[in-house]
């Protein structure tokens, strides 16, 4: 079956602009992740959501937000770019958020963002 | 908070030798465990995975066991393959959420 796809793959921004990512999920996954990737802060955490909800969000200000649709797709959005946001974006799918467990993620090739 | 240690990279090996990769974690209650793989260019993939003290996760030749007492999850491969060389993070399941915690990653280079 189809894996987790991110698009777009690259894409090049200036300061102060905008920029939406777009997650499709595994089929028959509901809750989608995303995680932002970079060399000096690692991978961390940016927001998960499930039936359209988001249930969790990371420490990131207000500039990132996300949203997900009834068919789980889901996208994610920063406002008002500046260099530190240039890192790679994950994002990840699974079944259910499931409390511990085995739930496991599957994430995406990533979409690579440069802001000039 | 939940947090996850990875040995200090980049790790150079020669073929054929043995691979272990140290990841300590700190957490409250009994999280699940993950060591996950990425390729250049690529996203993350899981390698395994660990639920419960004493468990051992196996793939493609490597094994990590959870060791509640050590609070540890080291990665370890009898012999590495070229193929292998990538980055590789631990990390652990904050419980009650959908959210995973990432080890800083350790860098893999395999000499042939």
């Known amino acids: 079956k189809a894996g987790v796809t991110q698009t777009p793959r690259y894409l090049i921004k200036t300061r102060g602009q905008q920029v939406t990512l777009s997650c499709s999920p595994i089929s028959g996954h509901r809750s989608v992740s995303w995680y932002q990737q970079t060399p000096g802060q690692g991978l961390q955490f940016l927001f998960e959501?499930?039936?359209?909800?988001?249930?969790n969000k990371g420490n990131f200000p207000g500039r990132f937000s996300g949203r997900q649709f009834s068919n789980s797709r889901s996208e994610m959005n920063v406002s008002t770019l500046e260099l530190g946001d240039s890192a790679l974006y994950l994002c990840a799918s699974s079944l259910a958020p499931v409390t511990g467990g085995a739930n496991v993620l599957t994430f995406g090739a990533g979409s690579r963002l440069t802001v000039l | 908070g939940n947090s996850v240690t990875q040995m200090e990279g980049p790790v150079t090996l020669s073929e054929e030798a043995f691979l272990t990769i140290n990841c300590t974690y700190t957490?409250?209650?009994?999280?699940?465990l993950f060591w996950y793989v990425q390729y250049p260019g690529e996203g993350l993939q899981l390698l395994l995975k660990a639920t419960k003290a004493d468990d051992k996760g196996s793939n493609k030749g490597f094994e990590a066991t959870y060791r509640k007492e050590t609070t540890s999850f080291h990665l370890e491969k009898g012999s590495v393959q070229v193929s292998d060389s990538a980055v590789y993070f631990c990390a652990l399941s904050d419980l009650g959420a959908q959210k995973l915690v990432f080890g800083q990653g350790t860098r893999l280079t395999i000499n042939p």
């Open positions: 959501y499930f039936s359209e909800t988001q249930r």
């Open positions: 957490a409250t209650g009994y999280p699940s």
